[in-house]
């Protein structure tokens, strides 16, 4: 997937992305970071087609994407939005069936493909135990789980997450995450997601993205991009970056 | 869970059938319902021929109105994301009336058209509101505060109307409620037959109902065309509505109370709620005016008086047993 030169903002007034450009090597995990409001979460919504962009083009294999009919964008791209609605007293099963909708009309039955992929995407998730009951029922990262799983059902390539561990603790954060990576290991699944942690940006993505107002200051591996003076930059912040043989490259902020 | 939503079925019909023929064999003329079922095949009963003139065409208009009425209400509730949103409160109703009291007044000899215009009427109403929520992506509060706004100009107006042309054929319609008195079988072919289209093509539209439950832009990324379903859920609804405010008047509450219950009983699939809607509407109308014509006959009282006086206490009663209310 190819971004070339977005531009995007609200209603013509203030910039939100000025001339992003960037490349998503499929396969891999890309992790977007940066201060809130850097337009990190906008330019999520540009690359799955929920925002159109004043200039610039996505390309998905060899089309823009704002050329694809939307079940057949919906086959290429799932999206786990940060945040999600549905009615209390759905369950898990049905929540993730709607995975589905790409691949179907309104009045056709369910195929058996529909139900392997539904199956395979609560097993994934840990889920298949859970798969009779009401959403309201389980806790926030069972909840965020069943929205994965959902994106999964839809047998895309590309999966999207918008902050997928913000409002979780600790474990359920490291479990989404190790869930992140699985997929992309095991599945081949090409994987964009935005962090807030540092850290977690670090030891689970191949490539990270950081922009502040708009703009990509920089880009590429971890390792080599995220410096003392880039978290400075974007963040303001004053860290140390640690590199340790037993748990690789992390920082450590100091204040500001 | 299945138990509840099969009794709750099977109560309301039951009810539904009860309700249909007390209603036919009580009042002026009063009957036993054996005289009725031999006179309805033999048609040699005088007083049965009576009923199926004055009685029946007045029970069959309840029955649709009130089926049209609740699940306009659960199609706007869908559309809008709000358990607020009704008919009668956001001002559907009330712009259906003022436009057909308009065509009436002004041009009394397109009365056949009456349906035609109070389809108008209500689809600029709703899309004042749409129009005018919009900007805030559909904040619910706003909405409805909108809805108020608009249902208070239109009936402002339609009283306006009325109270100047106290002499025209309207003169004896309030059009803040509504009577069933009067009724021929030309007002029930038409209720019957625009009332159904409008409740299969309900049926038909549950699933859009049912993606609805889920934010834009998720549907959005599962390639479902949100405003395309919207739109014709929104027609569906504004001409449920429009039709039984024409035939039957201003019912408000009723898309309102109906949804409330049929969640609290069923649940939030539409494919269920849809029709428990049509039924549990149906009989709140037709009990309601079977009360308001027996109750201190011979003055009749409004069914929409007495739907709003039975109506208000049982849905309090109903959300201070449930904390299951819509959605999260």
Excluded at chain 1, 121 to 146: F, H
Excluded at chain 2, 240 to 247: E, H, N, P, Q, V
């Amino acid at each position: 997937m190819e971004i070339k030169d977005i531009s995007f903002s609200y209603q013509d007034k203030i910039k939100r992305l000025h001339n992003v450009a960037a490349e998503i090597t499929p396969g891999q995990i890309t992790t977007i970071i940066g201060p809130n409001g850097c337009g990190k979460s906008t330019l999520l919504g540009v690359l799955t087609n929920n925002h159109q962009p004043q200039a610039g083009q996505v390309i998905l294999d060899g089309k823009a994407i704002n050329k694809y009919k939307p079940k057949e964008l919906a086959r290429k791209l799932g999206v786990v939005h940060q945040q999600n609605t549905a009615p209390a007293d759905m369950t898990v099963e049905k929540l993730v069936y709607y995975g589905r909708l790409p691949y179907r009309n309104t009045f056709s039955p369910k195929v058996e493909k529909d139900e392997e992929m539904v199956k395979w995407a609560l097993e994934c998730t840990g889920l298949y135990e859970k798969r009779n009951e009401a959403i309201d029922t389980l806790s926030g990262g069972q909840q965020q789980r069943v929205w994965i799983a959902m994106a999964l059902a839809q047998d895309t390539p590309f999966l999207f997450l918008d902050e997928p561990t913000s409002n979780l603790d600790m474990y359920y954060q490291y479990e989404i995450l190790e869930l992140v990576k699985q997929l992309c290991k095991e599945h081949g699944l090409t994987i964009v997601m935005v962090l807030h942690d540092i850290n977690q940006a670090i030891q689970y993505s191949h490539h990270i993205i950081a922009m502040k107002q708009g703009k990509v200051i920089k880009k590429g591996n971890p390792k080599t991009i995220v410096t003392k003076q880039l978290m400075q930059e974007v963040y303001g912040v004053n860290v140390v970056v640690k590199n340790e043989a037993d748990v690789g490259m992390y920082i450590v902020p100091l204040g500001i | 869970m299945m138990y509840k939503k099969i009794i709750s079925f099977i109560v309301v019909i039951g009810l539904l059938l009860v309700v249909t023929i007390y209603s036919m064999i009580t009042g002026s003329i009063e009957i036993t319902a054996g005289e009725l079922i031999t006179g309805l095949f033999t048609g040699t009963n005088e007083n049965v021929e009576i009923i199926k003139d004055l009685r029946l065409p007045r029970i069959v208009i309840a029955i649709f109105a009130g089926a049209a009425l609740s699940v306009s209400g659960v199609l706007l509730q869908a559309v809008m994301r709000n358990p607020l949103a009704e008919p009668g409160i956001i001002g559907v109703s009330s712009g259906a009336g003022f436009v057909s009291i308009i065509m009436i007044t002004f041009f009394p000899t397109l009365y056949f058209y009456t349906p035609l215009f109070s389809f108008i009427g209500g689809a600029i109403a709703f899309l004042l509101v749409y129009m005018f929520s919009w900007k805030s992506g559909l904040n619910p509060l706003r909405m409805i505060l909108i809805g108020v706004a608009i249902n208070a100009v239109f009936t402002g107006l339609s009283e306006f109307i009325t109270s100047q042309n106290a002499s025209s054929m309207m003169s004896g319609i309030s059009v803040t409620s509504s009577t069933l008195t009067m009724k021929t079988w030309g007002d029930v072919e038409v209720m019957v037959l625009y009332g159904s289209i409008g409740l299969i093509l309900s049926m038909l539209l549950f699933a859009w109902c049912n993606h609805l439950g889920l934010r834009d832009k998720t549907l959005k990324n599962l390639g479902f065309r949100v405003n395309r379903a919207r739109f014709i859920i929104s027609i569906v609804a504004v001409l449920l509505a429009s039709i039984a405010t024409a035939i039957a008047g201003m019912f408000t509450f009723v898309g309102l109370l109906i949804p409330h219950i049929g969640r609290t009983l069923i649940g939030n699939d539409h494919k269920l709620l849809i029709p428990f809607s049509a039924i549990a509407g149906a009989l709140l109308i037709l009990t309601a005016d079977t009360l308001g014509r027996t109750l201190v006959s011979p003055i009749e009282i409004p069914a929409s008086i007495i739907v709003a006086i039975i109506g208000g206490p049982f849905l309090i009663f109903l959300l201070r047993k449930s904390d299951r209310i819509y959605g999260n």
